[in-house]
């Protein structure tokens, strides 16, 4: 018992060393209050000497303000009309001036720190140029609480995911017999940045891209997580062509399941039947 | 009386409660004597409301990506 105090006291000796040259760790508290942190990541939280905190809302924010006595949040960055390429820009400037002083930074981010969030990957890339020991620890992300909620398992028929503005910009191909998972709809073609929400007429335009490849009538699934242990998922099954009808906030996803049978590749299907004979040959 | 966060953490840690019927709900936060206001808000998802009981400050934006 002696030995392994004196080894723990010894390994706190050498994180104090570590942490006089500053670190920065993001983490993710997962997409429930309560249901989702790690247990390393609370420990993080606990552990660091201030946290900035990027939730899902406010009442997470007091959730992790139990944690730590140093908890600041980065929601004082966002501004409408202001680029959101700025305010992420001042997110990681602020982390990085506080590891850069020598402290053990967290950031606490919603769901996954490295799922559909830039400020984390930003940061640590940042921090580890500079020198910092930087790292990220997973969460649970929308992504996974999707998947349990709609019944989803992305090995079936495959998945792809777009940031939904990104798939408007860019010429991407979508194949419609896998799922399709579309994030950040609520913004969807918004190409300055600057608006927390676009409206039916920018979403008309998105229904007008998947509608390349997809029936106007094909379901559409719209979905939030519950971030608080009392809601529910919203869990909203509507057609493509509804889309720009439907009430789509920030918070929201849009799932379009396969469109069409996985159809078989019988030239590589003979390929393989081939190897298959020759390998029996030379057994 | 029990701290709201405190309350919403240990729902949603526990499996009994973190799926509860409304009925179920009532009686947990009756037995752990959550603000009448708050247990409203709560039953009512109404966040706005439950955030202004709890002094949290609104949320202005969740999104931490921006599509290259």
Known sequence: MARLQVQLLNESSVENDVSSAGSLVCVGVGMTLGSHLTPLSRSYIEDADV????????IVELWLAKMNRDVRSLQSFYREGKSRAETYRQMVAAMLTEVRAGKRVCGAFYGH??????????????????????????????????????????????????EASQLMLYRRRIDPTAYLVLWQVGVAGDRSLMRFATGADYRQVLVDVLTRDYDPGHEAIVYKVATLPTQRPRIERTTIAQLPA?????????????????????????RLAALDRLGEQMS | M???????????RNSRLRHA??????????????????????LGDDTQQLGALLGAEPNVCCLIVKPD
Do not use: W
């Open chain 1, 51 to 58: 946290v900035f905190a990027a939730t899902s809302d406010g």
């Open chain 1, 113 to 162: 720190p490295g799922v559909f969030a830039g400020v984390p990957h930003d940061a640590i890339e940042r921090a580890r140029r500079e020198g910092f020991d930087a790292r990220m620890e997973p969460g649970v992300s929308a992504e996974d609480c999707l998947y349990a909620d709609l019944g989803i398992d992305p090995g079936r028929y495959g998945c792809q995911h777009f």
């Open chain 1, 246 to 270: 439907t009430e789509i906030d920030m918070h929201v996803t849009v799932v379009i399941p396969p469109a069409a049978p996985l159809q078989p590749d019988e030239q590589i299907r003979e």
């Open chain 2, 2 to 12: 029990t701290d709201a966060i405190d309350f919403l953490e240990q729902l949603g």
């Open chain 2, 21 to 42: 019927h409304t009925a179920e709900l009532q009686q947990a936060m009756a037995g752990a004597r959550i603000d009448p206001k708050v247990r409203n808000a709560l």
